[in-house]
C-alpha cells in the first residue's frame, strides 16, 4: 500500500460536493470509554460505549449561487450527513468512504479573515454515526 | 414517505444536474437546506384523476 498525500480528498456535504473549495479536512472517529474496572483488577479496564465523532473542514467562502455559503448557511443547528473520501476516485478497500450521519453543525463564519486574506470558514460537525465503506 | 425533486445544481451530488431523484425520509438529508441552497426543487405531483369521479 501506497503512502498518501491527500491532494485530492472528496468532501460531500448534505448531498453537496464542495471539494474544490475545501483544502482541510479531519475526520475524528472516537468511541467513549465506559470504565468497568471491578475490584480484584490491577488495571483500569474499558468498555466502548457511544461513537463520539467530529469532523472538521475548512472551506474557502464562495457566494456564488449554489456554492459554499448557499449549502452551508442553511445548515447551521441542523443534522446533516457528511460523506469523505481519501480521493475522488471510485471507493474500494485503496479508496474507503466514511459517512457520518445525523452529524450536527453548531456554527460557520460566513465572513472571517484578515485584510489580504482568503475568507473561509472552518466547519465542526459534532456527533453521528460513522460508516466505513471499500466498496 | 419520499418525495420526488429535481437537481438543479452541478455539485448536488444526489443526480445530475437536470435529473429527478426520490429522497426518503430519514435519509439523514437535510433537504430543506438543499432547496434553500438552490441544489433541488420540489417536483409537483399531479393528483391521480380519477376514473369514475361524480359531479
Same mark, same amino acid.
Given at each position: 500500500m501506497a503512502r498518501l498525500v491527500l491532494t485530492d480528498a472528496s468532501i460531500t456535504i448534505n448531498s453537496v460536493d464542495l471539494s474544490d473549495h475545501s483544502n482541510s479536512v479531519t475526520l475524528n472517529y472516537e468511541v467513549d470509554s465506559i470504565e468497568v474496572t471491578a475490584f480484584g483488577d490491577s488495571g483500569h479496564s474499558f468498555d466502548g460505549g457511544l461513537q463520539n465523532n467530529s469532523l472538521e473542514i475548512t472551506l474557502h467562502q464562495d457566494f456564488g449561487a449554489s456554492s459554499v455559503e448557499a449549502s452551508i448557511y442553511p445548515l447551521v443547528g441542523t443534522q446533516t450527513t457528511v460523506v469523505i473520501k481519501p480521493?475522488?476516485?471510485?471507493?474500494?478497500a485503496d479508496n474507503p468512504s466514511y459517512t457520518l450521519t445525523n452529524t450536527y453543525l453548531a456554527s460557520h463564519n460566513p465572513v472571517a479573515g484578515g485584510v489580504g486574506e482568503l475568507a473561509a470558514t472552518s466547519l465542526t460537525f459534532t456527533g453521528g454515526t460513522l460508516a466505513k465503506a471499500t466498496s | 414517505m419520499a418525495q420526488q425533486f429535481k437537481v438543479l445544481s452541478? *455539485?448536488? !451530488?444526489?443526480? *445530475? *444536474?437536470?435529473a429527478t431523484v426520490v429522497v426518503e425520509e430519514g !435519509?439523514?438529508?437535510n433537504v430543506e437546506a438543499l432547496v434553500s441552497g438552490g441544489h433541488i426543487a420540489p417536483v409537483a405531483v399531479k393528483p391521480i384523476k380519477e376514473a369514475d369521479s361524480k359531479e
Open positions: 480521493t475522488s476516485s471510485a471507493v474500494g | 452541478d *455539485k448536488c !451530488s444526489l443526480g *445530475k *444536474k437536470g !435519509s439523514g438529508i
